[in-house]
Nanobody, 121 residues
Framework: QVQLVESGGGLVQPGGSLRLSCAASGSILRIYTMGWYRQPPGKQRELVAT???????NYADSVKGRFTISRDNAKNTMFLQIDSLKPEDTAVYYC???????????????WGQGTQVTVSS
């Protein structure tokens, strides 16, 4: 089994910063693409950013220049540095990873439980 656990969310004022973390654990042979998604109140889940195991990144237009995704492959951990936060960034942020299971050698798509980010004065 594979688990993804997010941390780092919270309440922050507009213009502030947060750093989200996602730690993967369990029966992991390899992690391919990892990503951050978010679900604003009353809206559908949307892509924020992705990063491949080689370090190539992709961002939603709405976060380019403000969000930075990174990962530590040795520690199976991914980060999202969020700067210049806006009220519209308020959402539950989810971690996603494409993981090859060490035991079965099957690939699977895994999600964390989410961490709340609230931007408000």
């Amino acid at each position: 089994q594979v688990q993804l656990v997010e941390s780092g969310g919270g309440l922050v004022q507009p213009g502030g910063s947060l750093r989200l973390s996602c730690a993967a654990s369990g029966s992991i042979l390899r992690i391919y693409t990892m990503g951050w998604y978010r679900q604003p109140p009353g809206k559908q889940r949307e892509l924020v950013a992705t990063i491949t195991d080689g370090g190539s990144t992709n961002y939603a237009d709405s976060v380019k220049g403000r969000f930075t995704i990174s990962r530590d492959n040795a520690k199976n951990t991914m980060f999202l540095q969020i700067d210049s936060l806006k009220p519209e960034d308020t959402a539950v942020y989810y971690c996603n990873a494409a993981v090859v299971n060490r035991g079965s050698l099957n690939s699977g798509d895994y999600w964390g439980q989410g961490t709340q980010v609230t931007v408000s004065s």
